[in-house]
């Protein structure tokens, strides 16, 4: 069942990212996990993958120094060329922000926490 190469978890809390994290190896869609306590450090690795692995990224919105807007500002302006799966996670249940994801093509859903195991069942349903 494994669909990507890498998983990202961007989340600025390592208790969310350490649950999600055995959530997700439960799941069987990727070996690799790997946790950023900020986005900056995402960007970083990301950096550093051949443009042909394929990684989801789920990237919590609120986070100090670099957040999630933030990121996916980042993100379009230095990784044209990648084909990333990016799920917002956000503890936010303002609408505003669910308007505003839309508004990022990359941005191929949005889940308010806690990740369950229905909830990405949902998103990688074939």
Avoid: C
């Amino acid at each position: 069942m494994i669909q990507f190469d890498a998983i990202f978890l961007v989340d600025d809390d390592p208790i969310n990212n350490l649950i999600n994290k055995r959530l997700l190896g439960k799941f069987g869609i990727s070996e690799n996990i790997h946790e950023f306590l900020e986005a900056e450090d995402a960007l970083s690795a990301l950096s550093k993958l051949p443009e042909n692995q394929s990684v989801v990224i789920f990237l919590d919105l609120n986070m100090p120094v670099l957040n999630g807007w933030e990121f996916l500002d980042k993100y379009i302006q230095v990784f044209q060329n990648r084909n990333d799966k990016i799920i917002i996670l956000s503890s936010s249940i303002d609408f505003l922000d669910r308007q505003k994801a839309k508004l990022y093509e990359l941005v191929s859903g949005f889940l308010e926490k806690p990740l369950t195991m229905d909830k990405i069942s949902l998103t990688f349903k074939d």
